[in-house]
T-cell receptor, first 115, second 114 residues
Framework: EPEVTQTPSHQVTQMGQEVILRCVPI?????FYWYRQILGQKVEFLVS????????KSEIFDDQFSVERPDGSNFTLKIRSTKLEDSAMYFC?????????????FGSGTRLTVV | AQSVTQLGSHVSVSEGALVLLRCNYS??????LFWYVQYPNQGLQLLLK??????LVKGINGFEAEFKKSETSFHLTKPSAHMSDAAEYFC????????????FGAGTRLTVKP
C-alpha cells in the first residue's frame, strides 16, 4: 500500500535554529498538508498546498513557517527560528482529491524537540 | 467553519464489551466525516470515512460509524473490544463545498481492560 514517508523520525534542535522537515507524499496525490500535534493535545492544521502554492493556512502558520515542493517528490516544512513551543509531532499528509473528500494519508510523523 | 467535538477524552471498556466513541460535528453544509486511529508513537491511520451514500459506514478492524444528520453525529462503534484496539481515536470533518481542510477533534483515548 502506498505510504507517505517522513524524515527524520525524531529531530532535536536548539532554540533559534532552523529546521527542515521532509516528506515524500504518495506519487499520484495532488494535495499536501502539514499538521502538528503538541504532546497530549489535538491534531492541529498548519497548511495545505496545491499546484505549487499554499491554498490555506492556519493562524499557527506564521512567518516563521514556510513550505516548499523543491522537486517532483519532496514536500518540506521549514521553521526558520525555532521556539520551545514548536516542540511537537509534525505530520505530513497527502490526498488525491481536495477538500478532504477521499481522506488523507498521513505519514508516521517527525517528533521535533526544541531545547 | 466546520468543527468536531468528541465527548469523553478517555473511554475505558472491558475486552469483549461494546466500544462507543462519540463525535458531534458542526458544519453549515453536509460534511465529509472521518475517524482516524493513532497507536502509540505512530501516525494517523484512516479507520473509515463518510462522503456520500449509505449513512452506516464500515471500516477496518471491525469498526463502523453512522452519520446521523438530525443529530449532527458520527459516533464510532465496535461490537466487541479487543486489547489491540487500545489507542487514541480522532474524529475529523471537512467541508465539502468550501475549500476548508480537515479539522480534528481533541481525540478520545480508548483503554481496553482484560
Amino acid at each position: 500500500e502506498p505510504e507517505v514517508t517522513q524524515t527524520p523520525s525524531h529531530q532535536v534542535t536548539q532554540m533559534g535554529q532552523e529546521v527542515i522537515l521532509r516528506c515524500v507524499p504518495i506519487s499520484n496525490h495532488l494535495y499536501f498538508y502539514w499538521y502538528r500535534q503538541i504532546l497530549g493535545q489535538k491534531v492541529e492544521f498548519l497548511v495545505s498546498f496545491y499546484n505549487n502554492e499554499i491554498s490555506e493556512k492556519s493562524e499557527i502558520f506564521d512567518d516563521q513557517f514556510s513550505v516548499e515542493r523543491p522537486d517532483g517528490s519532496n514536500f518540506t516544512l521549514k521553521i526558520r527560528s525555532t521556539k520551545l513551543e514548536d516542540s511537537a509531532m509534525y505530520f505530513c499528509a497527502s490526498s488525491e482529491a481536495g477538500r478532504g473528500r477521499g481522506g488523507y494519508t498521513f505519514g508516521s510523523g517527525t517528533r521535533l524537540t526544541v531545547v | 467553519a466546520q468543527s468536531v467535538t468528541q465527548l469523553g477524552s478517555h473511554v475505558s471498556v472491558s475486552e469483549g464489551a461494546l466500544v462507543l466513541l462519540r463525535c458531534n460535528y458542526s458544519s453549515s453544509v453536509p460534511p465529509y466525516l472521518f475517524w482516524y486511529v493513532q497507536y502509540p508513537n505512530q501516525g494517523l491511520q484512516l479507520l473509515l470515512k463518510y462522503t456520500t451514500g449509505a449513512t452506516l459506514v464500515k471500516g477496518i478492524n471491525g469498526f463502523e460509524a453512522e452519520f446521523k444528520k438530525s443529530e449532527t453525529s458520527f459516533h464510532l462503534t465496535k461490537p466487541s473490544a479487543h486489547m489491540s484496539d487500545a489507542a487514541e481515536y480522532f474524529c475529523a470533518v471537512s467541508d465539502r463545498q468550501n475549500n476548508n481542510d480537515m479539522r480534528f477533534g481533541a481525540g478520545t483515548r480508548l483503554t481496553v481492560k482484560p
